[in-house]
């Protein structure tokens, strides 16, 4: 049996040392986290459970984790990211990114969420370039895409 050992890395968000594989010299970053600073982490937590489907990894009261298989959905308190770098970010002000999900029926992933999602944007609608969406915000206002791609990909 083979073992590799990856050096530890510490995660300024969680406070917890985790193994990272190292990246190859001269490669890009890789983007691994998306986090949402947010004044109230128990109602993004209570929105996201049931939406995603996963259950939180919480560390402590400021901070909880989605992991989905390709990223990670992080949830952070404002109040905590004020103190670790002040003036940085601002909760629930978000109107230029799209949390997008990939999921296998759109049409019944709005069915089945029309008892939580209290603010749709967009009903679900085949876009000109052919995968399905249905667009919809969290509490904060953060607009989410769950998206199913065309059969062809």
């Not at 560390?59 to 909880?64: N, R, V």
């Not at 298989?69 to 109040?79: N, P």
């Not at 089945?112 to 206002?141: A, E, N």
């Amino acid at each position: 049996m083979l073992f590799v050992l990856f050096p530890l890395s510490f995660c300024a968000w969680t406070g917890v040392w985790v193994p990272c594989a190292p990246l190859p010299p001269a490669s890009p970053p890789v983007l691994i986290n998306t986090c949402l600073m947010t004044s109230d982490v128990d109602r993004l937590i209570a929105f996201y459970e049931p939406v995603l489907q996963i259950k939180a990894e919480r560390t402590g009261k400021d901070y909880a984790e989605f992991h989905t298989g390709t990223g990670v959905l992080a949830i952070f308190s404002a109040e905590a990211q004020e103190r670790y770098i002040p003036g940085s970010a601002i909760a629930g002000s978000n109107r230029s990114m799209v949390l997008e999900f990939r999921v296998n029926n759109v049409d019944e992933e709005y069915r089945r969420l029309q008892g939580r999602v209290k603010i749709w944007v967009k009903p679900p609608t085949t876009q000109p370039w052919g995968t399905r969406s249905v667009y919809f915000r969290d509490p904060d206002g953060n607009l989410v895409d769950f998206f199913t791609r065309p059969k062809s990909q």
